[in-house]
């Protein structure tokens, strides 16, 4: 076992703990970044597959990111904008196929007015909620109460306009059924984005993408930070009192004044404290689980879509594939889609071989596509289910009545730990902009803390 000593040990080299890292070493303090995997980046991942670089976890960048565009801007990376030229493709629940252009889906008059009005009540209580402090919206405990999907049917009897406007918040963003989170918690995954009507909005939350993937924020990251991110290192054991921390791996330990949990919440209980937590930690962290998501990329010869007049966007609450969009690579001569099975379709899909399943995601994408989308060459389900150190995609989120009962204590420190994490954002929540925004508001809660000025 070597020891060794720092000012602050983070645990986690995702874009959370690789910020933390980087603010308080620019401030003149020692850190060590202890890492489970063999690399950095967490739930950003790019990586070569069969001769085509995807990218497995997070990749899209909106205008609203601040953070993750400064931090960008100031690794000197490159963005480009997601291929959205022609006509985008919705599919209602009678199965029939319309293209069509702008923001709202080709539904009857009746049903774009249900949508409108919709949208137009939640960007009001959206209005109403702060991001970061969302249980203290004036209604924040009725509304943390109702499910999302009980607070549709509440409000309208258009099943198409509750299906749509479901789909954004629940497949398409908390990436679980609409029945298993609350109304407060839709308000927040909205209000992290400025506005309802941001959310829906593909060209606004899904804009730009990274030249080479996101991954590179985090690795570039680490590269400034050198020796001191130690890779393979899974923290075991978190011994600390009012004095200092000691974290422990297989082989390594960390003797620091403070840590930084910069992990997802599901994955605390992993590390044992010791002393234990305190009885609120140990509570509030049970009400906070991952969403499920099978992210699908599709690579082909040519974007044959573009062809077509297609933008390769293409939306349906009643297909297999929620959403699907062109993801061709920067100066890449290939086209590549990609596609999301969302919450309970991707439990189902996963009940079959895997041969199976491909032909059932590639068909659901035909539907939008035709046949050509059923011979891709190169072809891979992103599964961060089965991933040990994240266990679901894309975050964490409050079961029913969590975020009004605990939402406050989120990001309390509890003596010498503090936490920072994406799931744990107001801003950005569930994003790379929330991780940054965390891991820097985390080392500047640090930096003023009189004990280590
Ligand atoms: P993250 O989970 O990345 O990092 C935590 C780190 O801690 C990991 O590296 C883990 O290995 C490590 N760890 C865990 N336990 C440990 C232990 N005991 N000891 C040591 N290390 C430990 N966001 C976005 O902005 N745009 C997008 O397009 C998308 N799309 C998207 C798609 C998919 C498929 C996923 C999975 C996610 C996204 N996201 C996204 C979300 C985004 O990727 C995510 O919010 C951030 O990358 C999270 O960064 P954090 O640093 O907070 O956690």
Redesign the pocket.
Known sequence: MTAIERDIVI???????LTAATELRKAGLTVAV????DR?????WTDDIDGAMLE??????SPD?DA?KETIAELGLETFARYRTGENVYINAAGQRTRFEGGIFPVSAETEREILRLIELLDGLVAQTDPDRPWTHPRAKELDEISFGAWLENETTDQEARDNIGMFIAGAMLTKPAHAFSTLQALLMAASAGSFSNLVDADFI?DERVVGG?QQVPILLAERLGGDVHLG????TLRWNEDGVVAV?DDLEVHACRVIV???PV?YS??SFEPPLPRRQHQLHQHLSMGF?I?VHAVYETPFWREDGLSGTAFSPYELVHEAYDNTNFGDSRGTFVGFVSDEAADEVFTLTPEERKTRILTSLSHYFGEKALTPVVYYE?D?GTEE??RG???ASFDLGGLARYGADLRTPVGPISF????LAGKGY??????IR??RDTAAAILASAELV
């Open positions: 645990i986690g080299a995702g874009a959370s703990g202890l890492e489970a995997r950095v980046g967490g739930r950003l497995i976890g997070g990749q899209w960048v990111q993750l899904l996101l290192q899974a923290v075991r791996t910069a992990v997802p994955l992993r590390i998501v992210k992103s961060w150190w994240t995609a894309y975050a920072s994490c994406s799931d569930q994003h790379v902009d929330g991780a965390m891991g």
